[in-house]
T-cell receptor
């Protein structure tokens, strides 16, 4: 089954404790992306990747890191999480950057 | 950066009736893609419909259709014969059609969403 898999689905953690949200797709997609969704703000792009070893900032990259060492994986890293990063996060992928994206099920992240 | 505006935070419709959700966007590009995504309470993001700016014909998918007005930079979604399962948050999104866009980067831009309630 074609899918984008994010883990974990839920995470409660504390300020400053490094965490990684994993994202994996099995569709051989070139383009992958991370978003955060906040009430009243819609989805905002954090980082995206056009292909392996090619990443670029979206609108809200501060406090986040990504890497794209393999085509299928695109982890989101919070080196020193802060409460303002409490949000719902989505990973998405598509065949090319201008094609509709397939989304993961989301990760609810709470930072205390 | 491009902006996508959804001016209706909440909408409601009677079951079996028709509702239109509005979306406007700001761009200086001539070729781009527009999307409507649906997010039900399960929080999954589901593609509803896609429109290519160079196509004059409005896209349709069963009960869903768009009214694409390129000059007005407007991209509204019409849902006909509304069903209870249509209740969700709807997001409008924009993406440049160029693989090397000068102004937008290779980004997707989303609106803030419209929450649709379907009344039985």
């Amino acid at each position: 089954e074609a899918q984008v898999t994010q883990n974990p689905r839920y995470l409660i953690t504390v300020t400053g404790k490094k965490l990684t949200v994993t994202c994996s797709q099995n569709m051989n997609h070139e383009y992958m992306s991370w978003y955060r969704q906040d009430p009243g703000l819609g989805l905002r792009q954090i980082y995206y990747s056009m292909n392996v070893e090619v990443t670029d900032k979206g609108d809200v990259p501060e406090g986040y890191k990504v890497s794209r060492k393999e085509k299928r994986n695109f982890p989101l890293i919070l080196e020193s999480p802060s409460p303002n990063q409490t949000s719902l996060y989505f990973c998405a992928s598509s065949t090319r950057s201008n094609q509709p994206q397939h989304f993961g099920d989301g990760t609810r992240l709470s930072i205390l | 950066a491009q902006t996508v505006t959804q001016s209706q935070p909440e909408m409601s419709v009677q079951e079996a009736e028709t509702v239109t959700l509005s979306c406007t966007y700001d761009t200086s590009e001539s070729d781009y893609y527009l999307f409507w995504y649906k997010q039900p309470p399960s929080r999954q993001m589901i593609l509803v419909i896609r429109q290519e700016a160079y196509k004059q014909q409005n896209a349709t998918e069963n009960r869903f259709s768009v009214n694409f007005q390129k000059a007005a930079k407007s991209f509204s979604l019409k849902i006909s014969d509304s069903q209870l399962g249509d209740a969700a948050m709807y997001f409008c999104a924009y993406r440049s059609a160029s693989l090397f866009p000068l102004n937008t980067g290779n980004q997707f831009y989303f609106g803030t969403g419209t929450s649709l309630t379907v009344i039985p």
